[in-house]
């Protein structure tokens, strides 16, 4: 599309009122917005409640109307993250180990943190760093160049390397998840006592 600023800016503002549909969708938007700035001065749990269960009914009639084609996006979406993550590209790759790295640091400088904690993090985020470095210096010393993804994965040692570190990363992930939502809730149990 070769559209200059001007006509870009037009066809933003236009946008909403194309159709009945979108028209309607707008109306909905302003009304929730509109509730949204009236209960901050209020902080009345009538409208909160009230409020959320617009969004929520507001997004289940949106989720009935399209409904198969958010079925087959979500679907696309699950075999999107599979191929990531059983044939992850060296990009995505490389953000799950600087992922994890960013982990071990914050759970070596966090004080706070229970001994417990500390040790299974350090463990997971240890052995998934060190099947990359392993993956990287298997891919050196064979001569793979690492942006050609299926060219690595004729390799079983690589493709093997790839797949255990990637369920690592996946423990990883779902333990810090786990523990913090758990984390959190112990903690406003604590205060309400």
């Known amino acids: 599309m070769d559209l200059s600023?001007?006509?870009?800016?037009?066809?933003?503002?236009?946008?909403?009122?194309?159709?009945?549909?979108?028209?309607?969708?707008?109306?909905?938007?302003?009304?929730?917005?509109?509730?949204?700035?009236?209960?901050?001065?209020?902080?009345?749990?009538?409208?909160?409640?009230?409020l959320i269960a617009l969004i929520i009914f507001f997004f289940s009639l949106l989720a009935f109307y399209f409904q198969e084609d958010i079925i087959y996006v979500l679907s696309e979406f699950i075999k999107m993250l599979m191929r990531c993550f059983y044939f992850p590209n060296i990009v995505f790759y490389i953000l799950t180990a600087i992922t994890s790295l960013v982990i071990l640091i914050y759970t070596i400088l966090k004080n706070n943190l229970t001994k417990l904690n500390k040790i299974i993090t350090y463990t997971l985020t240890l052995i998934h760093i060190y099947l990359f470095t392993n993956f990287i210096s298997l891919a050196i010393t064979s001569n793979l160049n690492l942006t050609d993804t299926a060219n690595i994965y004729q390799y079983n040692d690589m493709f093997v390397i790839v797949l255990f570190s990637?369920?690592?990363?996946?423990?990883?992930?779902?333990?810090?998840?786990?523990?913090?939502?758990?984390?959190?809730?112990?903690?406003?149990?604590?205060?309400?006592?």
């Open 166 to 193: 990637q369920i690592i990363f996946i423990i990883l992930i779902l333990y810090k998840v786990i523990y913090h939502f758990c984390y959190i809730r112990h903690g406003k149990l604590k205060n309400t006592k």
């Open 5 to 50: 600023i001007f006509e870009q800016l037009l066809t933003f503002i236009t946008l909403p009122f194309q159709s009945f549909l979108t028209i309607e969708i707008l109306l909905i938007f302003i009304i929730i917005y509109i509730f949204i700035i009236y209960n901050e001065k209020r902080q009345n749990k009538k409208v909160k409640y009230a």
